[in-house]
């Protein structure tokens, strides 16, 4: 079965670190780009990172010199390390699969895991 | 960074209806990178349209995409009960940010 299925989400304290991953099967991972999508309860869709397949990473201010992507395609997985973690961040975590043909859209999204910043 | 105005915010309808969403981007977008997703209560985004007016596997016909620059347009010809949701527009302008509109919450009227 195609799917990204992440782990790693949890209570963790302002500036405290947690990782995040995605375990994806069913395709080619390594031949994806992928990114990480987060979701404040009750708010929008708010792109955090992506990665090509060629290890180049991209982030938007909000997260930029916090969080790291990176993957390991011999694990077909995908990863979010977060640190110095602020309220702000909580949200739901989405991986999601990238197609690049032509067109351009996110063609497979995982169910996602909540991270929460509190003390 | 471009930005992508959805509306309206809120729209009701009755099922049977036509439902009509707006995306606007602050400047110009290739069709062939606009999509719409739709995300019910729980669930990851679900993609609906590609390339501004594809329809994914699987999406009925009822749900079509127009477009192009700036104006983009989602319609629901006709509303089932399963169709009440958040939609969502997404671009790529050739670099990130990867930006998503503020979403157009379809609710039964």
């Known amino acids: 079965e195609v799917q990204l299925v992440e782990s790693g989400g949890g209570l963790v304290q302002p500036g405290g670190s947690l990782r995040l991953s995605c375990a994806a099967s069913g395709f080619t991972f390594s031949t994806y780009d992928m990114h990480w999508v987060r979701q404040v309860t009750g708010k929008g869709l708010e792109w955090v990172s992506a990665?090509?397949?060629?290890?180049?990473?991209y982030y938007p201010d909000s997260v930029k010199g916090r969080f790291t992507i990176s993957r390991e395609n011999a694990k077909n997985s995908l990863y979010l390390q977060m640190n110095s973690l602020r309220a702000g961040d909580t949200a739901v975590y989405y991986c999601?699969?990238?197609?690049?043909?032509?067109?351009?859209?996110?063609?497979?999204w995982g169910r996602g895991t909540l991270v929460t910043v509190s003390s | 960074e471009i930005v992508l105005t959805q509306s309206p915010g809120t729209l009701s309808l009755s099922p049977g209806e036509r439902a009509t969403l707006s995306c606007r981007a602050s400047?110009?977008?290739?069709?062939?990178?606009l999509a719409w997703y739709q995300q019910k209560p729980g669930q990851a985004p679900r993609l609906l349209i590609y390339?501004?007016?594809s329809r994914a596997t699987g999406i009925p016909d009822r749900f079509s995409g127009s477009g192009s620059g700036t104006d983009f347009t989602l319609t629901i010809s006709r509303l089932e009960p399963e169709d009440f949701a958040v939609y969502y527009c997404?671009?790529?302008?050739?670099?990130?940010?990867?930006?998503f509109g503020q979403g157009t919450k379809l609710e039964i009227k």
């Open positions: 999601a699969r990238e197609v690049f043909y032509g067109d351009w859209y996110f063609d497979l």
């Open positions: 997404q671009q790529y302008g050739g670099s990130p940010p990867y930006t």
């Open positions: 390339g501004a007016s």
């Open positions: 400047q110009s977008v290739s069709s062939s990178y």
């Open positions: 990665i090509d397949t060629a290890g180049k990473t």
